[in-house]
């Protein structure tokens, strides 16, 4: 026979393997949501750029995002060129979009 005080080790035990395991299944799923949620945020904004060439850049305080119909030479008038002006602190004060600009020519774009 089994005594009282062996009998309560064993189910805290039990207890605390199940709490384990009720963790790491609501952590899975927590992650599981995380992933899903942000795939399809991420998703629409990939799939809306699909058949279109990529570039970005930094100079100075200046971030440069830019695409264009997909196989657009880098010197061909066709790219669309967002530019994110900071400050030195980091924070965003202006933003501005350039068309049928030139990827080549983007050190020459001032405001």
Known sequence: ???????????????????????????????????????RLIAPV???LAGYDRRSDTIGLKTLVAYAPEGSADDAAVWVITVIYTT????????????NAKWTERNLILI
Do not use: E, F
Not at 7 to 25: D, E, N, V
Not at 90 to 99: F, I, K, L, R, S
């Open 1 to 39: 026979m089994i005594s009282v005080a062996t009998t309560a080790r064993i189910a805290s035990a039990i207890i605390g393997q199940a709490a384990i395991s009720t963790s790491a299944i609501v952590a899975g799923s927590q992650l599981r949501h995380t992933i899903t949620s942000s795939a």
């Open 88 to 99: 030195p602190t980091g924070g965003v004060y202006m933003t501005a979009q350039y068309n």
């Open 46 to 48: 990939q799939a809306a």
